[in-house]
């Protein structure tokens, strides 16, 4: 069948262009795109090469939420109408042929995906609004983050970057009842992880932030999460920690190496945490259940919503390094 998705090229060039889907088979399932969220760190990581899932001209995007438009003869959990969240898209080609890696390709009119596994679908509470929850897998990372690390209730834990991965863990840390300090360079973003929770927001920009956090927690934070994925800044996010601490490496800092002052850590003894992915379907149950109850108010973090005939200036706009957009919709239908 065919579709409409935002397809980048190598040249990074980005339009809006036909694609044709596989047709349906016997265990998938058609959905058509309500809304799709962008991640402006993993998709623009793809998009300039940084990390590859597959070869150029890709299509982007790996959440959205949509109408099931028609199942499979063996799929039997959701029917035609229901309103689901998708992790990624099947496998596309452009009209003449030529193949595109779906890297998970949810910027798109429509998706063919399945129940279950790692990236199936999942159905949407009644009430969810289905702008807010297409940006479900942001939050979903950060939770995983905090769940592996098991930061206790009444502990400091410090954010360092408050990009919407940074959020996440920001919300999630003070649900667990944390002591959270938020560490940013943006006082827009600071002012967003105080309304995800954040008890103490440092303008690292401004003043010593180490200093502030030792003030703050005497011998340091209790957990570590670098959410930052700048290489350059993992020596500064270790010396939050304090001795016998934990340190997460939250970020994506991509497929090169990367270095940092061994002695620290070493001497500090500290735990560490490489969380992958967004913890599965737990994780992105629990948090769209959280943004439809108004416990986790994610629509303060979507900057820019946008139609599907915008996307491909709006990235245009992003690859050029306007900082202005921080969360962002494409509404599909």
């Given at each position: 069948?065919?579709?409409?998705?935002?397809?980048?090229?190598?040249?990074?060039?980005?339009?809006?262009?036909?694609?044709?889907l596989?047709?349906?088979?016997?265990?998938?399932?058609?959905?058509?795109?309500?809304?799709?969220g962008?991640?402006?760190?993993?998709?623009?990581?793809?998009?300039?090469?940084?990390?590859?899932?597959?070869?150029?001209?890709?299509?982007?995007?790996?959440?959205?939420?949509?109408?099931?438009?028609?199942?499979?003869?063996?799929?039997?959990?959701?029917?035609?109408?229901?309103k689901?969240?998708?992790?990624?898209?099947?496998?596309?080609?452009?009209?003449?042929?030529?193949?595109?890696?779906?890297?998970?390709?949810?910027?798109?009119?429509?998706?063919?995906?399945?129940?279950?596994?790692?990236?199936?679908?999942?159905?949407?509470?009644?009430?969810?609004?289905?702008?807010?929850?297409?940006?479900?897998?942001?939050?979903?990372?950060?939770?995983?983050g905090?769940?592996?690390a098991?930061?206790?209730?009444?502990?400091?834990?410090v954010?360092?970057?408050?990009?919407?991965?940074?959020?996440?863990?920001?919300?999630?840390?003070?649900?667990?009842?944390c002591?959270?300090?938020?560490?940013?360079?943006?006082?827009?973003?600071?002012?967003?992880?105080?309304?995800?929770?954040?008890?103490?927001?440092?303008?690292?920009s401004?003043?010593?932030?180490?200093?502030?956090?030792?003030?703050?927690?005497?011998?340091?934070?209790?957990?570590?999460?670098?959410?930052?994925?700048?290489?350059?800044?993992?020596?500064?996010?270790?010396?939050?920690?304090?001795?016998?601490?934990?340190?997460?490496?939250?970020?994506?800092?991509?497929?090169?190496?990367?270095?940092?002052?061994?002695?620290?850590?070493?001497?500090?003894?500290?735990?560490?945490?490489?969380?992958?992915?967004?913890?599965?379907?737990?994780?992105?149950?629990?948090?769209?259940?959280?943004?439809?109850?108004?416990?986790?108010?994610?629509?303060?973090?979507?900057?820019?919503?946008?139609?599907?005939?915008?996307?491909?200036?709006?990235?245009?706009?992003?690859?050029?390094?306007?900082?202005?957009?921080?969360?962002?919709?494409?509404?599909?239908?």
């Amino acid at each position: 069948m065919q579709a409409t998705a935002l397809v980048c090229d190598q040249a990074m060039q980005f339009s809006l262009s036909p694609v044709i889907l596989p047709q349906l088979g016997p265990s998938d399932v058609l959905v058509k795109t309500a809304y799709s969220g962008v991640s402006i760190g993993t998709e623009f990581a793809l998009i300039r090469n940084k990390i590859s899932w597959g070869p150029f001209p890709i299509v982007t995007g790996y959440m959205a939420t949509g109408i099931v438009q028609a199942v499979g003869e063996s799929v039997r959990e959701v029917r035609p109408g229901e309103k689901v969240f998708v992790r990624g898209n099947g496998t596309m080609s452009l009209p003449n042929g030529t193949a595109i890696s779906p890297v998970s390709g949810t910027h798109c009119s429509h998706v063919i995906t399945q129940v279950g596994g790692t990236h199936g679908l999942g159905v949407l509470p009644d009430t969810a609004s289905m702008q807010t929850a297409s940006m479900f897998v942001i939050p979903a990372v950060g939770f995983h983050g905090v769940d592996m690390a098991e930061p206790k209730m009444g502990q400091t834990v410090v954010v360092h970057g408050c990009g919407l991965i940074g959020l996440g863990v920001v919300a999630a840390a003070s649900l667990r009842g944390c002591k959270v300090i938020a560490v940013d360079v943006q006082d827009r973003q600071l002012e967003m992880a105080k309304a995800m929770g954040a008890d103490v927001q440092i303008n690292g920009s401004k003043t010593d932030a180490l200093a502030q956090v030792q003030a703050l927690s005497e011998s340091g934070a209790d957990v570590v999460f670098e959410c930052t994925g700048v290489p350059s800044l993992i020596d500064t996010a270790i010396a939050f920690c304090r001795n016998q601490g934990k340190f997460v490496w939250q970020g994506n800092y991509g497929q090169a190496p990367v270095s940092f002052n061994f002695l620290v850590p070493h001497g500090k003894q500290l735990q560490t945490f490489f969380p992958c992915d967004d913890g599965l379907m737990p994780c992105r149950q629990t948090v769209i259940k959280h943004m439809t109850s108004g416990v986790l108010p994610w629509e303060k973090t979507i900057t820019h919503r946008i139609e599907a005939a915008q996307a491909p200036s709006m990235f245009e706009r992003i690859n050029q390094g306007d900082k202005d957009i921080v969360g962002m919709t494409i509404q599909w239908s």
